[in-house]
């Protein structure tokens, strides 16, 4: 198993620019998520999935669009990026919510000039 | 909602030394508790969890955590850290809906 995989690794925006962070796992997983990692912020929630179609805001949804149409893929969307969204990205996934382990991949790290 | 606090920001240590890391939360409800660890270049990893049973619980690489739900606390220790344990760990509370909240994070650095 890959896992839960990200791409890119590492992105360049300038403001106003659009993108989409792709996440992938092939576990099998219904809870996917997406966290923003942030100096002495740790991660925060961005938005979630508890299966296919299904979407909901985390913490710091703003600036973020999310979509599920496969269990297999979460991507996230920003649609006129800002340099406060220059961070890392971590997608995660999970069997449930709750008590079960997440999974995460190994991030994106994307900037906004 | 729930928010989590861990206390130190860097801890420093030398090799052999035993190691507590804090983290308290602010939930009074039930709650699954969990240390996740991120090494250098690398993503993050369960260290360990808990969410019912034994307030101890052990983890991989040596490491045990201890849930006091009277202090709201759910401290990390390691006996003797070696210089691999260098890395970030990070507390991560969630009270059993989908939300996961994580503290800010404290990094070690463990001397040779």
């Known amino acids: 198993n890959a896992g839960v995989t990200q791409t890119p690794k590492f992105q360049v925006l300038k403001t106003g620019q659009s993108m989409t962070l792709q996440c992938a796992q092939d576990m099998n997983h219904e809870y996917m998520s997406w966290y923003r990692q942030d100096p002495g912020m740790g991660l925060r929630l961005i938005h979630y999935?508890?299966?296919?179609?299904?979407?909901d805001q985390g913490e710091v949804p703003n600036g973020y669009n999310v979509s599920r149409s496969t269990t297999e893929d979460f991507p996230l969307r920003l649609l006129s990026a800002a340099p406060s969204q220059t961070s890392v990205y971590f997608c995660?996934?999970?069997f449930g919510r709750g008590s079960y382990e997440q999974y995460f991949g190994p991030g994106t790290r994307l900037t906004v000039t | 909602a729930q928010s989590v606090s861990q206390h130190n920001h860097h801890v420093i240590l030398s090799e052999a030394a035993s190691l507590e890391l804090g983290c308290n939360y602010s939930?009074?409800?039930?709650?699954?508790l969990f240390w996740y660890v991120q090494y250098p270049g690398q993503h993050l990893q369960l260290l360990l969890k808990y969410f019912s049973g034994d307030p101890l619980v052990k983890g991989i690489k040596g490491f045990e955590a201890e849930f006091i739900k009277s202090k709201f606390s759910f401290n990390l220790r390691k006996p003797s850290v070696q210089w691999s344990d260098t890395a970030e760990y990070f507390c991560?509370?969630?009270?059993?809906?989908?939300?996961?909240?994580f503290g800010a994070g404290t990094r070690l650095t463990v001397k040779p």
């Open positions: 999935s508890v299966g296919a179609g299904i979407t």
């Open positions: 995660a996934s999970s």
């Open positions: 991560a509370v969630n009270a059993g809906n989908n939300d996961m909240r």
């Open positions: 939930y009074g409800g039930t709650v699954n």
